[in-house]
């Protein structure tokens, strides 16, 4: 089978710090729809799908000249949704775009499925950058610090390392993943780990039973956004004419 790459976005209506997100209108284009056109008009991805638990959610996204899915309300993390999703589907690789992530460049996501068909089934992709001075001490931004192959070694929402000179940088992790189908079915069998719980971060199930998560480190500007000053700083950027 040739490669054959989808890009699902997890989509649900709940959110406790910014309810009712994914509808959330920047420019009268709701939240979702604004990642579904950059997934899309990206090129990278041989299909784009939004998968939700919500009818309004699915509604919009139809509305608005997209492909949406149904999924289980019982999905307690966004890659458990897309795996239901690609489950039923004949993909070799998976790609994972967060529903709040409405401004990552083409050339990145283009550059990430390249890389992504170099992967194993026991290995993950991901994009990390530099994070500013003010998201260091952010619990909404996470960071990561990597080996010297560019593998995490841990994703905190504390700053981390520790940094005792003062002069080092700080990493922040985007919210994308990249799988082989093999290797989202082996993440998606394992239960949530004690860390994952603990961060609140689905990644960390992957290093606690062993999965390498490859970081691809990429600067560029983008809002992921988590909460209300999140969404008012990507309208300003979209009222300034900032392209995505």
Not at 96 to 123: C, F, H, W, Y
Not at 150 to 157: I, M, N, P, T
């Amino acid at each position: 089978m040739s490669d054959y790459v989808m890009c699902v976005i997890p989509a649900r209506y709940g959110s406790t710090r910014l309810p009712g997100k994914p509808l959330c209108e920047i420019n009268g284009i709701p939240l979702i729809v604004w990642v579904y056109n950059c997934a899309y008009r990206s090129g990278a991805f041989d299909s784009v799908i939004v998968a939700t638990d919500d009818e309004r959610i699915l509604n919009i996204v139809e509305k608005n000249g997209g492909n949406a899915v149904m999924t289980s309300a019982d999905h307690s993390r966004g890659t458990d949704r897309v795996h239901e999703v690609v489950h039923k589907k004949n993909c070799t690789h998976v790609v994972n775009l967060q529903g709040d992530e409405p401004g990552i460049p083409a050339k990145i996501l283009r550059n990430l499925v390249s890389e992504l068909k170099k992967i194993d089934n026991n290995t993950l992709l991901t994009v990390v950058s530099h994070a500013t001075i003010k998201e260091i001490d952010c619990p909404h931004t996470v960071k990561v610090v990597l080996n010297r192959e560019g593998e995490a070694l841990y994703f905190s929402r504390s700053p981390i390392p520790y940094d005792l000179t003062k002069e080092g940088y700080f990493l922040k992790h985007k919210g994308i993943y990249g799988f082989t189908a093999g290797g989202l079915e082996k993440f998606c069998c394992f239960p949530q780990g004690e860390l994952e719980k603990r961060e609140n971060l689905e990644q960390l199930r992957a290093l606690e039973n062993g999965m390498k998560i490859k970081c691809l480190i990429k600067n560029f500007n983008s809002v992921g956004i988590d909460t209300p000053e999140d969404l008012r700083n990507f309208r300003k950027q979209v009222e300034a004419g900032y392209e995505f």
